[in-house]
């Protein structure tokens, strides 16, 4: 069997040397990306949750996965420290098209619910969270467990000009193809390790990891601002003299 397998890398290895091939390896979860060398070290986490549906208002959290990591003054991601990976079973039936995507079943959730404390423990000393859509991921995590609602966000999705960096989209299954790999699973849990490898590879001609490139712009200060029951005209307004400031 090592025989076989040490063939068939030595395939990949030739393959990858030339210009007419594209290798993927499958996706083998580690937990070691930099040496720290004693370094001073932050606290991330990377989240992903499953839901009933898109509304964010309404649909329920069907699973709640969490990487707990630690990264390096220059921004480098260090180690996977913890996992967090947990079921929770919402007062309606999954629907079908969300089994199909998932493959969460009624059965496997029955009987479940998320403890509130251990969430709040798991994150306690994060400095940072990222989803990779964490216009979605964010908006049930605060509603579920408040103390999310006190942590920095980051989007892995938004935040970083993948294209623009040789990337064919933003989409989670293409970033890991761009870094020459691939998995097969769409479980919470399986989707933020390929996402903390995504981070840990060094983005072309920066010679810097995505994770940094990712900080570098989730840093920027911005401003919400909301102008309900306003006007059109007022609205289109107040936004020329934002964009002129």
């Known amino acids: 069997m090592s ?6 890398a030595l395939m ?20 070691e990306f930099s040496f720290c060398d004693g370094q001073a070290m932050k606290t991330g986490i990377l989240l992903d ?10 649909d329920e959290v069907i699973e709640l996965a969490m990487v707990k990591f630690t990264y390096l003054p220059d921004d480098r991601i260090a180690a996977i420290t913890d996992l967090f990976s947990a079921f929770n079973e919402p007062s309606i039936p999954i629907p079908e098209e969300i089994t199909e995507l998932t493959g969460i079943t009624d059965e496997m959730v029955s009987g479940h619910l998320i403890d509130p404390d251990a969430v709040a423990s798991f994150i306690s000393d994060a400095v940072l969270v990222v989803a990779h ?7 049930f995590a605060e509603r579920y467990w408040p103390q999310f609602e006190r942590k920095p966000w980051a989007c ?9 960096h040789g990337f064919d989209g933003s989409r ?3 970033l890991l193809a761009g870094v020459g790999l691939f998995h097969q699973a769409h479980r919470a849990i399986d989707d933020c390790r390929a996402l903390i490898e995504i981070l840990s590879a060094d983005v072309q001609k920066l010679n810097r990891s995505a994770f940094a490139v990712l900080l570098e712009r989730a840093r920027r200060k911005t401003i919400r601002i909301w102008a309900e029951q306003s006007p059109f005209e007022r609205k289109r307004s107040f936004a020329a003299v934002l964009i002129s400031a």
């Open 3 to 8: 025989s076989d397998r040490t063939d068939l």
């Open 156 to 164: 892995s999705a938004t935040e970083v000009e993948w294209r623009k």
């Open 12 to 31: 990949a290895e030739t393959l990858a040397k030339s210009p007419d091939y594209r290798v993927l390896r499958r996706l083998v979860p580690r937990t």
């Open 133 to 139: 859509n964490a216009n979605f991921d964010r908006k």
């Open 172 to 174: 989670l299954g293409y």
């Open 49 to 58: 949750v499953e839901t009933t549906g898109l509304n964010t208002t309404q």
